[in-house]
């Protein structure tokens, strides 16, 4: 049977993001489904604050329907997804950016239900936690400032990361556009922009969320590498690699490479596509 697609988003994204990626997917041939992690797409809280005209001090204090959702809340529902997907056949799971560690946990926890692991500039931590990560030389290019000029409230007292995609705020525009899509149009960067949502989870995990050699390390594993990603830059992609391929020498990643920023093989999908085409003829059912 052929295989089925699942897809998981980063940070404040959510499915909306991969719906050209899917329809490129569907045109090859491929089966895909996009998830939603809780507190994500329909799920998500969008204050009135948040509207036009904003109001700061509001946005600012607004609950969210994300508070409290844990990593372990994430993996819980994709593998509630991977089981309902592996009753049709295979099954690629393919993370992106943060999303990663939800695949990692998931893949720990169950890898019965996952024939090939795809990582495209995510997250799969080994060797640190990954809030550790962001302190290591690898990420010393990141432009963390001026990313967090966008963030609305004290993290700790509203139980959630909020950040204004609605600001109007030229400088803190021109972070967003330099950090995901640098090498996208204008026009491009304000409608990926406007799929955002304002609310992300606190939760980054822990050691325990770490890669695991004994069910994590079973999977066969494939690295998606973004070459202009400036988000989690080339070095820490690589080192990811490195660091998976020494826990299990025997089953290293397959690697691959698309030149393009953190978000330009989602709105320029079609090569993403055929590489995710090229993964899904590795399965042992599609030979």
Not at 135 to 158: C, I, Q, R, Y
Request: charged residues 20%; contains cysteine; proline residues 7%.
């Amino acid at each position: 049977m052929p295989p089925t697609f699942v897809l998981v988003h980063g940070a404040f994204a959510n499915s909306f993001s991969f719906a050209p990626l899917q329809a490129e997917l569907g045109l090859l041939g491929h089966r895909s489904v996009a998830v939603d992690l809780p507190g994500h797409g329909f799920a998500a809280t969008y204050p009135h604050a948040y509207q036009a005209p904003q109001d700061p001090a509001a946005l600012a204090t607004t609950p969210g329907a994300i508070k409290g959702v844990t990593l372990a809340d994430n993996a819980a529902h994709l593998i509630a997804v991977l089981e309902r997907a592996k009753r049709n056949g295979p099954v690629v799971l393919v993370s992106h950016s943060r999303g990663g560690m939800t695949a990692t946990v998931a893949a720990n926890r169950r890898p019965d239900l996952i024939d090939r692991i795809v990582y495209v500039s995510a997250w799969c931590p080994v060797d640190l936690d990954v809030s550790a990560y962001y302190a290591e030389p690898e990420m010393a290019t990141v432009d963390a400032a001026g990313l967090a000029s966008a963030m609305v409230a004290n993290p700790a007292e509203l139980g959630l990361l909020r950040c204004n995609f609605r600001t109007a705020d030229a400088g803190v525009l021109a972070a967003f556009k330099a950090a995901f899509l640098a090498d996208g149009t204008d026009e491009e960067f304000m409608v990926f922009l406007n799929t955002f949502q304002p609310d992300e989870n606190l939760d980054a995990g822990t050691s325990e969320d770490r890669a695991q050699a004994d069910s994590w390390g079973r999977i066969p594993r494939t690295y998606v590498r973004l070459t202009e990603d400036t988000s989690i830059p080339l070095a820490m992609q690589d080192r990811m690699i490195r660091e998976g391929d020494a826990l299990t020498p025997e089953n290293p990643y397959d690697v691959r490479t698309l030149t393009g920023s953190h978000l330009k093989w989602l709105v320029d999908p079609a090569p993403a596509a055929r590489v995710l085409g090229e993964v899904a003829a590795l399965l042992p059912e599609a030979s």
